[in-house]
């Protein structure tokens, strides 16, 4: 399924897509002064529109920007995909991310191949923009920045044993996360399949997704990984949309709209920033606010149905993920079931239990009352 | 040396200069048309741009004569300092050059001779592709940064060769 991008639309992974646009195609970043952009003044060649310098380093494409002018056309079509081309553009953009931020390739590997994405997708025109897979092309693949018609820009590297060795151009040093093309490969590049319809590629898109936020859990990634996604284009509510499903899960903090989306039987809660009282809301269909949630439990809150921002504890697909101090544990309903810090052994809350509970620890909840 | 708009009808093996800040990478005319320099090629898909800005020029420097060769190419290899023992190798441009015999001299007197870095200097390199037309025992060495004395005083001793007619220049 192609897509179309209008004036003033999000244009999604310049990195990836910017060679779908006019010569003379302007973007600019969504927060950045009206009149800031850059110009594709040449193929795989952007230039910022103020100072006329080269767009040469990754993290000025890898935002979320704006079609801003598409030289006097009012709207442009990124042409349609594979699922598999997807899952390597977002290979590639979480790569060249981690390069930009300092995180370790490692686990960003260990996502990728999580969501499908074992291998960079290596095609004769095709874009890379991380060094990770760059560093590990075949030896005499030879790879270019910028075009032929702009030589002053222009830099070819050529894959040597160890790494991209500079051959031609005025950067011998490739910048962190910057965007090069394949000019040539000595192997058979990686087969195109078939372009996908768009619920698949949402499908896709939203399994990256519930992945990349486990593993920004486990690492303790920083927002990179949301400013990421955006640039890609991939947001929530556009998943929501295409598919029908949240991709949002346990320990995401959602409005109401976000919750009216997750599925029936979530478990979510809610506390004042300061104070101990708090709330548990159930999302159940039966219920006509905007976040279809009940709200089953609370103390010292204000005994309303819903909560701007309600953080979800378990979803039918997911276990619960909750931590109390001990003196607000006491105040929830008999039937809980906790375990002590540093023990795996699951209590019932009860009158026995509660004489058990330190009120300054905190105690992992395990399942909310049956 | 003249800008060149085509490459076609280049003999393979020609030198072609790519202008860039002032200063010209000497490259070798390949086969496939793309161009070569210290084992590394370049694409003739590359060069379109650079033909069209004037940025490659002809790089024919044979010699009519030992002056006119230092005239044409204004980019030789010279021993432009001798510190008591040391002989230091650098490029000239423009004017400012010696006579083959004069450094030829210089340099038998050397015993050590200090060059910086052989690859980074084009003009060292040049000179070592026209030995290594003229010596084929010199080509397995040209991509090595020369390290010791003797392989030095032999490349010295090689342009002296072919300076003097001894060694026929094959382009």
């Not at chain 1, 006329?52 to 995909?81: F, K, M, N, Y």
């Not at chain 1, 698949?200 to 519930?210: E, P, Y």
């Not at chain 2, 230092?70 to 006579?99: H, N, P």
Request: hydrophobic fraction near 40%.
């Amino acid at each position: 399924m192609s897509m179309t991008v209008r004036l003033g639309d999000q244009f999604p992974d310049a990195v990836h897509n910017g060679e779908t646009l006019p010569l003379g195609s302007i973007i600019r970043p969504v927060y950045a002064d009206r009149g800031d952009g850059f110009e594709r003044q040449a193929p795989n060649t952007w230039v910022n529109i103020h100072n006329r310098s080269v767009v040469a380093a990754g993290h000025q494409l890898s935002r979320h920007l704006l079609l801003d002018g598409a030289a006097g056309a009012t709207e442009v079509t990124i042409p349609p995909e594979s699922v598999e081309r997807l899952r390597w553009r977002l290979r590639d953009a979480a790569l060249a991310a981690a390069e930009r931020s300092g995180i370790g390739f490692p686990a960003v590997l260990s996502m990728a191949a999580t969501f499908d994405a074992p291998e960079p997708m290596l095609t004769v025109g095709g874009v890379v923009s991380n060094g990770y897979d760059l560093d590990h092309l075949p030896v005499g693949t030879v790879v270019y920045s910028g075009h032929p018609s702009e030589p002053r820009w222009l830099n070819v590297w050529t894959k040597g044993e160890n790494y991209l060795e500079h051959t031609f151009g005025p950067s011998p040093a490739r910048t962190a996360g910057e965007p090069v093309t394949i000019f040539s490969l000595p192997v058979e590049p990686t087969p195109e399949p078939p372009p996908a319809d768009g619920l698949a590629l949402a499908k896709a898109a939203m399994r990256a997704w519930r992945v990349g936020r486990t593993y920004q859990r486990r690492y303790r990634w920083c927002s990179v990984f949301q400013d990421t996604l955006d640039s890609l284009g991939i947001t929530d509510k556009g998943l929501m949309r295409l598919t029908g499903e949240s991709p949002h899960g346990v320990g995401d903090i959602l409005d109401r709209e976000q919750v009216g989306l997750l599925p029936e039987g979530t478990l979510l809660w809610w506390r004042w920033r300061r104070g101990g009282g708090l709330a548990v809301y159930l999302r159940t269909d039966e219920a006509r606010n905007k976040s279809r949630t009940r709200r089953v439990f609370g103390f010292d809150d204000n005994g309303e149905q819903s909560h701007d921002r309600m953080e979800v504890l378990q979803t039918p697909d997911e276990e619960m993920v909750w931590a109390l101090p001990g003196h607000q544990l006491l105040r929830l309903p008999d039937g809980v079931w906790f375990c002590r810090p540093g023990d795996s052994e699951v209590l019932i809350l009860g009158s026995d239990t509660r004489a058990q509970v330190a009120t300054y620890l905190f105690y992992s909840i395990k399942r909310w009352v049956s | 040396m003249s800008a060149l708009t085509s490459l076609d009808g280049l003999a393979v093996g020609a030198d072609v200069g790519i202008i860039r800040d002032d200063k010209t990478e000497h490259w070798v005319l390949a086969e496939d048309g793309g161009l070569t320099r210290n084992g590394k090629v370049l694409d003739r898909w590359f060069l379109s741009g650079l033909l069209a800005n004037g940025q490659i020029v002809d790089g024919n420097f044979a010699p009519a004569s030992e002056g006119d060769w230092f005239q044409r190419t204004r980019r030789l290899l010279l021993v432009v300092e001798v510190k008591g023992t040391v002989a230091t190798v650098a490029t000239f441009t423009g004017s400012q050059f010696i006579k083959f015999d004069e450094w030829a001299d210089l340099a038998e007197n050397a015993t050590r001779v200090s060059a910086p870095s052989w690859s980074d200097s084009d003009g060292v390199l040049l000179a070592m592709t026209r030995l290594a037309w003229a010596s084929d025992q010199l080509n397995s060495q040209l991509s090595q940064q020369v390290r010791n004395l003797n392989r030095v005083r032999n490349y010295l001793s090689l342009i002296k060769q072919y300076a003097d007619g001894a060694a026929e220049l094959v382009v």
